[in-house]
């Protein structure tokens, strides 16, 4: 629908774009990265205390816990056709109040069927987010700055895994134990939850001033606003070349939608290699490390203030390494770092299968790591996240947010991103059961996993840095294989 244009002058702005406003307007869109890592992770304190609450099994725990991520998965679906029918910014507000209203709901439920049904419900929420974030910082930022302030995505995320787990630590200790009573005599798992509430509403209040993505108001016609918008971003000389660059690349006439994502092999190519990033970013088993650490080390003799006190040591580790994706995102490029990533966690996840794999069994058929093997394990384990964070960890995101072209990003990124969740809830609805059958084994299929990453990446993916958005082909590699192994 179009807007009736008028001459009210552009305000005085910097003729190249104010960085600072740029980063500013980037750093409270990722605050839906926050809580998308915060509600990853809070599960992890909270997973044997909710097991002893409601009396479940293994099978019942890992799909309790992995409820959320069938959530996300529609969540991921649902919001890039919203964010292409109301709004980027909207779609946000509607996540931010998801979020609220389910930390309440997961904190008090009643029941193992309720508390998976806010966890669900919690996850469309998360799912939302994960496509609104690096899309709209992708269509908000100039190619220039366009990798770091997507990385920004990730650092939210991993700030927010380290704060939930944080809280974790810190609620578990005030209360003696996580399945002790703490305030109100409500037991402390249920106040991890309900903690989630306070990013929420600062998410929420963020949202709301936040401007709309000029590509948006672009495509609806609301120009007069994309020129305000874009004045922050490439400055008063380029808004009107940028706005003629945006209007060639979209098509107008209609609403993107999924069937424009179908290529001659059922998808196009660079549909397909956004479903492989997302899948292998999943199948190397870090949400294991972030959901299940706390229970993976109390299975191996540490104690339970332990086991939480090295999943928030993990946490600060994932968090500094994102700091040296986001200095090298744009000067190293993308495909070199998830390279060298695949590379470091096919040897840590090797250590991992073998320490686990070759170590006496207690009573209870769980490996028992004590001394300098389990030294060597918790190094490897740390050093794992090391090579993740600095590579697949964010570097995907920032590759889901711009790879696609205009016309079809925010169809083709909820694709890549419903692929993602469908894969995390995968590993994670499976892996109680594998750790059951032997962590040796589990961290085998982990580093498998990661070797076929570095070769997916090393044969299809193409290197995106300084390309603007509007140059994005629909088939992400326009060099012959053999060439685009070299790029």
Request: no cysteine; hydrophobic share 55%; charged share 15%.
């Amino acid at each position: 629908m179009a807007t009736t244009e008028t001459a009210t002058p552009l305000p005085a702005r910097p003729a190249a774009g104010s960085t600072g406003r740029i980063s500013l307007i980037a750093a409270t869109a990722a605050i839906g990265g926050f809580l998308f890592g915060f509600d990853t992770a809070v599960i992890n304190g909270a997973v044997s205390p909710v097991q002893g609450h409601f009396q479940a099994r293994a099978l019942q725990l890992g799909l309790a816990v992995s409820s959320a991520l069938i959530g996300s998965a529609v969540g991921a679906v649902v919001a890039g056709r919203l964010a292409d029918r109301i709004g980027r910014v909207r779609t946000m507000w509607i996540a931010a109040i998801l979020f609220l209203v389910q930390s309440f709901g997961v904190g008090l439920a009643l029941t193992l069927v309720d508390f998976s049904a806010w966890r669900f419900i919690g996850g469309v929420a998360v799912g939302a987010a994960s496509v609104l974030a690096p899309a709209y910082i992708a269509e908000v930022a100039p190619a220039r700055l366009r990798g770091r302030l997507g990385s920004l995505q990730q650092l939210a995320i991993v700030i927010g895994i380290f704060v939930a787990l944080l809280v974790d630590f810190g609620v578990a200790f005030a209360a003696g134990g996580g399945s002790r009573p703490w305030l109100l005599g409500l037991p402390a798992w249920r106040w991890m939850f309900i903690s989630e509430a306070v990013p929420s509403l600062i998410y929420l209040g963020g949202t709301l001033r936040l401007p709309e993505s000029p590509r948006y108001l672009v495509a609806v016609r609301r120009l007069e606003e994309a020129r305000q918008v874009l004045v922050d971003v490439v400055g008063r000389a380029n808004v009107a070349a940028k706005i003629a660059e945006i209007e060639k690349t979209l098509s107008s006439e209609r609403r993107p939608r999924l069937a424009d994502l179908r290529g001659r092999v059922g998808l196009l190519p660079v549909v397909w290699i956004g479903i492989g990033l997302s899948v292998f970013q999943q199948f190397v088993g870090i949400n294991v490390i972030f959901y299940y650490s706390s229970v993976l080390w109390q299975a191996v003799g540490f104690t339970e203030r332990q086991s939480l006190l090295i999943t928030v040591i993990t946490s600060v580790t994932n968090v500094l390494t994102t700091f040296i994706a986001i200095a090298t995102v744009d000067r190293i490029g993308r495909k070199p770092l998830l390279l060298v990533g695949s590379g470091g966690m096919i040897a840590t996840l090797g250590a991992m299968a073998f320490l686990f794999g070759t170590a006496p069994l207690d009573a209870a058929g769980q490996p028992v790591l004590h001394g300098l093997p389990g030294l060597a394990a918790l190094l490897a384990a740390n050093l794992y996240v090391v090579f993740f964070g600095l590579s697949w960890g964010p570097v995907v995101w920032v590759l889901l947010g711009e790879m696609f072209p205009n016309r079809i990003r925010a169809a083709g990124l909820a694709v890549a991103a419903a692929a993602q969740w469908l894969a995390n809830w995968a590993v994670s609805t499976s892996f109680p059961s594998l750790k059951n059958a032997g962590l040796g084994q589990a961290y085998g299929l982990y580093a498998l996993m990661a070797v076929l990453s570095f070769l997916f990446v090393a044969w299809f993916v193409h290197e995106t840095r300084g390309r603007e958005l509007e140059t994005m082909t629909e088939s992400m590699r326009d060099r012959p294989p053999v060439e685009a192994l070299g790029s």
